[in-house]
């Protein structure tokens, strides 16, 4: 159970604020929202948050299942109680599919770029396992149109030029963002220079970092991807997570480098744009820029992670 919980951990949540809490009764394992991990200026609403929680609950069935545990998963089981976001039980399953084993070897692997990429290669290839995979929770997976790119680009700056002047929102991010030594947050190692954005142009501006012009290309060419859902609710927003997790793993284990986005969803106009480039009237929830990244793998480092003390408790059976 512990290495289990360990190992899904690693999954991605906003500004690396882990904001999962388990519980396990002695047959049950339940998720929790943690509360004090709210990002009450970027996220007042919890979206952010659930879908955090619905990538940890998606790493955690996978992980289970690659150890031969089959997870029947009841979401968000009592409405009076919205913070309660999942109850896992558990019986034998000796025979999970053989793409379960290739996403838990990628767990460790993945990493949040946020610096250019090259062309996503082999994505006609993965598209369709991506979206086999997101169907399940009820989300679709749009590709944008490389005609799109200046526009989201725009769209990305103004989110940034709005939030500049919010003294709480900035506050947050300096709280979170571009510290080293600390067991959550996004820390130096994981951010990129004014140079290095520049060349990307879609992205969540954070504290910047000292000068580099780290990879060569002169512009960023990643493919972009909207994740998409019938409308807004906690449980939309947990299946967006575990459709996240699901598409970054396999992106992952297909030798390919993302970075998850959702600070253009964060505003209405953003969500209009994005809602006027899918093909499918859909509530869009999460961007994911997809490419491939040279064989830098050493820099970019993982990022810190709670101690499991922190998120998991045993409580007394009922």
């Known amino acids: 159970m512990l290495a289990a919980l360990?190992?899904?951990?690693?999954?991605?949540?906003?500004?690396?604020?882990?904001?999962?809490?388990?519980?396990?009764?002695?047959?049950?394992l339940h998720l929790y929202t943690d509360a004090d991990r709210l990002l009450s200026s970027t996220d007042p609403l919890g979206r952010q948050l659930v879908i955090s929680c619905g990538a940890m609950l998606h790493h955690v069935r996978t992980v289970f299942a690659d150890r031969g545990w089959h997870t029947d998963t009841r979401r968000v089981p009592n409405p009076q109680r919205p913070d309660h976001l999942a109850t896992i039980e558990f019986r034998p399953w000796p025979d999970p599919p053989a793409g379960v084993h290739t996403r838990v070897l990628a767990i460790d692997q993945r990493r949040t770029d946020r610096l250019p990429l090259a062309e996503p290669q082999g994505f006609s290839d993965i598209l369709p396992r991506m979206r086999m995979l997101t169907a399940p929770h009820e989300v679709a997976l749009a590709v944008?149109?490389?005609?799109?790119?200046?526009?989201?680009?725009?769209?990305?700056?103004?989110?940034?030029?709005?939030?500049?002047?919010?003294?709480?929102?900035?506050?947050?991010?300096?709280?979170?963002?571009?510290?080293?030594?600390?067991?959550?947050?996004?820390?130096?190692?994981?951010?990129?220079?004014?140079?290095?954005?520049?060349?990307?142009?879609?992205?969540?501006?954070?504290?910047?970092?000292?000068?580099?012009?780290?990879?060569?290309?002169?512009?960023?060419?990643?493919?972009?991807?909207?994740?998409?859902?019938?409308?807004?609710?906690?449980?939309?927003?947990?299946?967006?997570?575990?459709?996240?997790?699901?598409?970054?793993?396999?992106?992952?284990?297909?030798?390919?480098?993302?970075?998850?986005?959702?600070?253009?969803?964060?505003?209405?106009?953003?969500?209009?744009?994005?809602?006027?480039?899918?093909?499918?009237p859909a509530t869009p929830q999460v961007v994911i820029r997809i490419g491939t990244a040279p064989d830098d793998g050493d820099m970019i480092p993982p990022t810190p992670r709670r101690p499991l003390t922190d998120i998991f408790t045993r409580v007394g059976s009922h």
């Open 144 to 280: 944008l149109d490389e005609s799109a790119r200046p526009r989201l680009a725009a769209a990305s700056a103004q989110a940034g030029a709005l939030r500049h002047h919010d003294l709480l929102y900035q506050t947050e991010l300096e709280w979170w963002a571009g510290h080293p030594d600390r067991p959550e947050g996004v820390p130096p190692s994981a951010l990129v220079s004014d140079a290095e954005f520049a060349r990307v142009g879609v992205g969540r501006v954070f504290p910047s970092v000292r000068h580099s012009m780290r990879r060569a290309q002169p512009e960023d060419h990643a493919r972009l991807v909207v994740l998409s859902t019938d409308g807004d609710s906690v449980t939309r927003w947990l299946h967006t997570g575990e459709a996240l997790s699901a598409v970054l793993l396999e992106c992952t284990a297909a030798g390919l480098a993302t970075c998850a986005l959702t600070h253009i969803t964060e505003l209405p106009t953003g969500r209009k744009l994005l809602a006027s480039l899918i093909p499918n």
């Open 6 to 28: 360990r190992l899904a951990a690693r999954a991605p949540s906003v500004h690396n604020t882990q904001p999962w809490c388990w519980r396990f009764d002695g047959t049950r």
